[in-house]
């Protein structure tokens, strides 16, 4: 393995158990600064456990988590603090009901990062604006769709300014014709240049924006590499078998 310090994440034998089924194995992998991952698999296969294994939202049972050098999984790090250079984005939107847009976006920075509140609205009205929602800095949740509830959540992680941001299925609770916008909204900050590793069952998107992709099955890491190998050439049965079915023409218009 390369020297560490060149890698944004560096997972080494993370595993997880939930009671008796085990759920993460031994897992082995590091993301390069700048560099686009999609984790891709069937469901239960880990892939959510893992992404907030990366952050200490699960305590992994055993192994390492190191962000940018720094080890989470070391009791003496302070995890609240090297949390706010991850950013993560869940499938659901978990906005404050009864702030608007903006609000919702300047709050952190104000209450975590001691930003004036001039500054916390300032750079809450540029991530909004970076998501294309600067007509809607004064809208509350529930005036929003789930396309728009999703981008202002994408703009409230963008607004800590987190060099490492994480996409835990993003898409999964939007209704189809509303995933484009959330897809384009990540594929700006690929194009930036950010970190990201996003965990997603859009292939085609997938393919489009990675770097690299891993297939997860069974708590493990099945295959990792280009997305023209992985998921245009995958090497072993079990990414075959997941691939044609989840591209087969009958499920791809649900």
């Not at 609205?121 to 800095?137: D, F, N, S, T």
Request: net charge negative; hydrophobic share 40%.
């Amino acid at each position: 393995m390369t020297d560490h310090t060149q890698h944004m994440v560096t997972v080494r034998g993370v595993s997880k158990s939930f009671k008796d089924e085990l759920v993460l194995a031994d897992i082995d992998f590091a993301v390069d600064r700048g560099e686009v991952v999609c984790v891709v698999g069937p469901s239960g296969s880990g892939k959510s456990t893992l992404l907030r294994c990366i952050n200490l939202l699960e305590q992994p049972d055993q192994g390492q988590v190191m962000v940018q050098g720094a080890e989470l999984t070391n009791p003496d790090c302070d995890i609240d603090r090297a949390r706010w250079r991850i950013g993560m984005v869940f499938q659901q939107f978990n906005l404050f009901p009864l702030h608007t847009a903006l609000e919702n976006c300047a709050l952190a920075p104000q209450t975590v990062l001691g930003l004036s509140q001039r500054q916390a609205r300032e750079r809450a009205r540029q991530e909004l604006e970076r998501v294309g929602l600067g007509h809607q800095i004064n809208s509350y949740p529930a005036h929003l769709s789930g396309g728009q509830q999703q981008r202002v959540a994408i703009a409230r992680a963008l607004a800590m300014a987190p060099e490492l941001m994480l996409f835990d299925e993003p898409t999964s609770a939007l209704d189809p014709e509303l995933v484009g916008d959330v897809l384009a909204a990540i594929r700006q900050l690929a194009e930036s240049g950010m970190t990201l590793l996003v965990v997603t069952h859009e292939m085609m998107f997938a393919r489009e924006i990675a770097d690299r992709v891993i297939f997860m099955d069974g708590g493990r890491i099945v295959e990792s590499g280009p997305p023209a190998e992985v998921i245009d050439a995958p090497r072993q049965p079990r990414t075959q078998s997941f691939l044609e079915r989840v591209t087969d023409p009958v499920h791809s218009h649900g």
